[in-house]
């Protein structure tokens, strides 16, 4: 009975580790930002994932068709854009935030696919939840425009990179991922080298690098897959919307990152929004999620 109720666990756990670990390790990519900036940053989270997945997954074992070689690399691009985005939004709007509004891109997909009329609820808690956060009007003006703008762009990135992940989904997952970081990698660490130079090889910076790579990528695709093999697609994708209340509560305890009553409120309907969309339309999954932040 005990080893019944531990193996419904698993999954739940997993995810839940899942999703904390990711934002662990962008909580501890940010502390970087003083010393690298947010493009070295990326560079060294993106690259250093590339290199311990293509060690992990060994993606030169599988043959790749020409067609797929371009699907692939549409693929990487939007993922290197998406992780370049965030990380750029990251320096002047809270981590929570910039996670609920990057949500609206995998959501605006997952809406786009379904017609039934219990959809626009969940489209309509969406609009909320970014009209709230949005630096509209007074209780929001504290937000920097230009955060919101590059969060606003990563999300349309997510929701690219899911369409194109969903064109290698052929491939076996370990294969896509690979191939699709290395892309992303070298899409982004040309940036991070023009910004930051020769500060990206002291000895202490790569060493951080890897531990957030290790941390932000190794781990949760590990136990997204341990999670995925148990769980139904929608109970996959309800689960996974907690991550802009992690993202807050990480940016809260590790970063000192404290949000008005609204931004709350916004994140709570992101939240809402996306487990409801999950949950009627099935948000699409093809890829794991934690490439992301």
Known sequence: MRSDRLASLLPLLAVLGSVTALGIGTSFAKQLFPVVGSLGTTALRVGFSAVLVLLLWRPWRWPLRAGDAAALLRYGVALGGMNLLFYLSLQTIPFGVAVAIEFSGPMAVALF????????????????????????????????????????????CWGT????????????????????????????????VWQ????????SVLLFG?????????????????????LPQEVFGILTSMEPAVAALLGLLMLDEHLTGLQWLAIICTMLAAAGSAATAGAPKSVPSDVVM
Do not use: C, N
């Open 210 to 230: 890897v531990a957030v790579a290790a941390v932000s990528s190794a781990i949760p695709i590990s136990l997204e897959m341990v999670a995925l093999k148990r």
């Open 161 to 192: 990179y899911i369409v194109f992940g969903k064109r290698v989904a052929h491939l076996h997952a370990g294969h896509s991922v690979a191939l699709g970081l290395t892309v992303a990698a070298l899409t982004v660490v040309p940036f991070g």
């Open 196 to 203: 930051a130079g020769t500060a990206l090889l002291q000895p």
């Open 113 to 156: 696919a379904s017609r039934r009329p219990l959809d626009f609820v969940w489209l309509g808690l969406a609009v909320l939840g970014l009209g709230l956060l949005l630096p509209l009007g007074e209780g929001t003006a504290a937000l920097d425009p230009l955060g919101v703008a590059f969060a606003l762009a990563a999300a349309v």
